[in-house]
């Protein structure tokens, strides 16, 4: 009888493929360690920056198979944060590493009945604005026709195992921000600045819309000229994280396409067109996705040189206001003497390296006191849909950021990423404190428009 040799371990192929040179830059210093949210957890080599490159290489060195349940749970299990980027010494681009893990583990998959029911999931939710738009209604007309409150009170939810998730959304807006070539003309007393394209968000624009609408406030108020592009889609960051490249892709080809349009041929004022000086939006970790556009097409001969440019021109707004923070908009702010806390989103402190701008506009606001947390920019456990695919984990990562929070006393926190938002907000509201949230730019546009404190904490804890 003829013995059959051993299976090989399936590795990594084809373009996606997470690069082995960059892995090898790691030095295995650990200086990452105290930074990572899981291995803070759990205090296990594997579930650290340092232990998955090691678990991408033995992969990519066939000395470990690409679909062993080890290999691909770690690889899900982080949050992707970039946190050990932030302070690794040797620059490794980490998050890069563990989005072409999961991109093969996606691909070398394809039969697989949970697989194929994930994928066409995130197609159906963020392939397309208006089939986005269209469930989000549904979910307002649950909310708003008293179906979530028979839900609740008959502990349907908790049976199905949805109350958690349920608890993450907010009061649905009356109205959405739709994008539709909209423009804004600048304040008549404000300095002259370069004109700005805005970029909208598929959560930002629907589940906090009126943040939107602030934020064309607040832009205007600083004296940018406004256009809102019309046909904008999710920015692709839920699809990288998960490993869907080619959604990723699609989607960023179609936000270049328009964004090049608007440029080229979008009148901002009456006079006539009017190139738009940057790409701005409201979302840290859709800001992270589209200033990797670039990387996502890197490889790509007829996308690449676009892509590398739309990112180019990409900001968060606290950028912007930030360097435009001058003596004459410092005036513009009205008093609001409270009490915050700012908690650092992931995408904006590590995968931007933004962390000062926020606190400088934060400061600029008479009678506020700014209060710092412990572990500011230690992941809140949101990371897109991660307290949805790992609830536990998050679940940990929540009750640990609600406990700083609220240990600081302050009145109300603050953060720039809708998820963040809506982590800590659920997080805030079980803990039984009466301690509110807002988006930076809420704060911000409240105080511009000389709102009261009652009014922002009334607010904040809706």
Avoid at 51 to 73: C, K, M, Q, T, W
Avoid at 161 to 171: F, K, M, V
Avoid at 202 to 221: F, G, Q, Y
Wanted: hydrophobic share 40%; charged share 20%.
């Amino acid at each position: 009888m003829t013995e059959l040799p051993d299976a090989q371990p399936q590795g990594f192929h084809g373009p996606d493929a997470p690069d082995l040179a960059e892995a090898g830059r790691c030095v295995r210093c650990g200086l990452c360690l105290p930074h990572c949210p899981t291995y803070r957890e759990t205090y296990r080599e594997t579930s650290s920056p340092r232990g998955r490159i090691h678990l991408i290489e033995a992969v990519g060195h066939g000395r470990l198979d690409l679909l062993s349940p080890g290999f691909v749970n770690q690889m899900f299990q982080c949050l992707d944060c970039r946190a050990c980027e932030a302070v690794c010494p040797s620059g490794v681009r980490y998050g890069q590493l563990v989005e072409g893990a999961r991109a093969q583990i996606v691909q070398a998959r394809p039969n697989d009945a949970r697989q194929r029911a994930a994928n066409a999931t995130l197609g159906a939710i963020f392939g397309d604005m208006q089939r986005f738009r269209a469930l989000v209604g549904i979910i307002r007309i649950y909310q708003r026709s008293g179906g979530r409150a028979i839900a609740r009170a008959s502990r349907l939810l908790r049976l199905l195992g949805l109350d958690e998730q349920e608890a993450l959304l907010p009061n649905i807006p009356r109205t959405f921000f739709i994008p539709a070539d909209q423009h804004a003309k600048p304040a008549t007393d404000a300095p002259a600045r370069a004109p700005i394209a805005f970029f909208a968000g598929c959560v930002m624009s629907t589940l906090l819309a009126e943040t939107d609408r602030a934020t064309m406030r607040v832009l205007t108020a600083f004296g940018h000229p406004v256009i809102a592009p019309g046909d904008q889609e999710c920015c692709g960051a839920l699809a990288s994280h998960a490993g869907e490249l080619d959604l990723a892709r699609d989607l960023a080809r179609r936000n270049i396409v328009l964004f090049e349009l608007a440029e080229a041929a979008g009148p901002l004022q009456a006079a006539g067109p009017l190139p738009t000086d940057a790409i701005v939006n409201n979302a840290a970790g859709c800001g992270a996705a589209l200033k990797d556009y670039g990387h996502l097409f890197a490889k790509d001969p007829v996308w690449g040189e676009r892509a590398a440019a739309f990112s180019a021109r990409v900001r968060d707004i606290t950028e912007i206001l930030a360097v435009d923070l001058d003596d004459t908009m410092r005036a513009k702010f009205q008093p609001l003497p409270l009490r915050v806390t700012y908690q650092d989103p992931c995408h904006l402190a590590h995968a931007q390296h933004i962390s000062q701008a926020p606190r400088d506009l934060l400061r600029a606001i008479p009678g506020l006191e700014l209060v710092e947390m412990e572990e500011s920019a230690l992941c809140c456990g949101s990371a897109g849909v991660y307290n949805l695919t790992q609830p536990e984990m998050s679940r940990q990562l929540r009750q640990r950021k609600v406990g700083h929070t609220l240990a600081t006393g302050a009145d109300l926190a603050v953060t720039a990423n809708p998820g963040c938002y809506l982590q800590l907000r659920a997080g805030l509201k079980s803990s039984g404190n009466a301690m509110g949230i807002l988006h930076i730019i809420d704060l911000l546009d409240a105080s511009l428009r000389g709102l009261t404190v009652e009014d922002v904490l009334a607010q904040a804890r809706r």
